[in-house]
């Protein structure tokens, strides 16, 4: 099975590029079977993370960035593929 993360964090007006710079300086612990970034108008950056592992696996994610980078706390959402 397939299982999409999604993590979208929207950072404070014109810092932007600063949050876009965190994301891609992130590691995680295990390797995706593929990891896209995205980034959206209002500073807003989303990162997906495909793995090949159940619905409930325990799989690594994006931490939380510094407070005075975001708005708000990061969304996050977990899909499975059904096609």
Do not use: C, K
């Not at 932007?16 to 995680?28: A, N, T």
């Amino acid at each position: 099975m397939t299982v999409a993360l999604m993590w979208e964090a929207r950072a404070v007006a014109g810092r932007g590029d600063e949050l876009l710079d965190w994301v891609r300086s992130q590691e995680l612990p295990g390797t995706p079977l593929r990891r896209e970034i995205l980034r959206a108008p209002q500073d807003r950056v989303l990162v997906i993370t495909w793995w090949d592992a159940a619905y409930d696996a325990e799989l690594p994610e994006l931490p939380e960035p510094d407070g005075e980078l975001v708005t708000r706390a990061v969304h996050r959402w977990r899909f499975e593929s059904v096609a």
